[in-house]
T-cell receptor, first 115, second 110 residues
Framework: DVKVTQSSRYLVKRTGEKVFLECVQD?????MFWYRQDPGLGLRLIYF???????EKGDIPEGYSVSREKKERFSLILESASTNQTSMYLC??????????????FGPGTRLTVL | GESVGLHLPTLSVQEGDNSIINCAYS??????FIWYKQESGKGPQFIID?????DKRQGQRVTVLLNKTVKHLSLQIAATQPGDSAVYFC?????????FGEGTQLTVNP
């Protein structure tokens, strides 16, 4: 079974703090993704990565950065946390498949509250 | 832009009944579709997928139907159980990116 783990289930931070969310997958997947999930807005893609040291902006990258130094690990960084970044953050990974049939597997999520 | 949407935000069924969750998509170039189940406080869990060149696929107690003519996708759950209560998302896959619908909350009444 694919296993995607996230470093924290719940996190509380203060406005202006630098926040690191870590994600690790154990299936040697090339692709990794960070989403946030908010009521009424669904899942929105923040950043993704196709390979080590590669990153691509998703639909809402503002206020976030990412790091992928190793294939199995993808970190999401909030340089200066703000209250509007309070959300559920979900990491996912997928094995690249020809024909555009990648299935993404998700971690359990990190619920971040910024006070 | 392209979007994937769900017809109903909530669905309530009796235990043992069959459930049907619908999804409309707008990207006619979509390669692949996935249904996910998300229980409260957990990440989305893969249920079943279907390629764009298929119109039906069956799994254990679940069936996905794809109607490309009207760009409609449905998830059928047979003999719905209390453990099926969750939010169900369809996702449209184009390349390696997913576009999600907002989700349908399925509630199973005992």
């Amino acid at each position: 079974d694919v296993k995607v783990t996230q470093s924290s289930r719940y996190l509380v931070k203060r406005t202006g703090e630098k926040v690191f969310l870590e994600c690790v997958q154990d299936m040697d997947h090339e692709n990794m993704f960070w989403y946030r999930q908010d009521p009424g807005l669904g899942l929105r893609l923040i950043y993704f990565s196709y390979d080590v040291k590669m990153k691509e902006k998703g639909d809402i990258p503002e206020g976030y950065s990412v790091s992928r130094e190793k294939k199995e690990r993808f970190s999401l960084i909030l340089e200066s946390a703000s209250t509007n970044q309070t959300s559920m953050y979900l990491c996912a990974s997928s094995l690249w498949a020809s024909g555009g049939t990648d299935t993404q597997y998700f971690g359990p999520g990190t619920r971040l509250t910024v006070l | 832009g392209e979007s994937v949407g769900l017809h109903l935000p909530t669905l309530s069924v009796q235990e043992g009944d069959n459930s049907i969750i619908n999804c409309a998509y707008s990207n006619s170039a979509s390669d692949y579709f996935i249904w996910y189940k998300q229980e409260s406080g957990k990440g989305p869990q893969f249920i079943i997928d279907i390629r764009s060149n298929m119109d039906k696929r069956q799994g254990q107690r679940v069936t996905v139907l794809l109607n490309k003519t009207v760009k409609h996708l449905s998830l059928q759950i047979a003999a719905t159980q209390p453990g099926d209560s969750a939010v169900y998302f369809c996702a449209d896959v184009s390349g390696s990116r997913l576009t999600f619908g907002e989700g349908t909350q399925l509630t199973v009444n005992p």
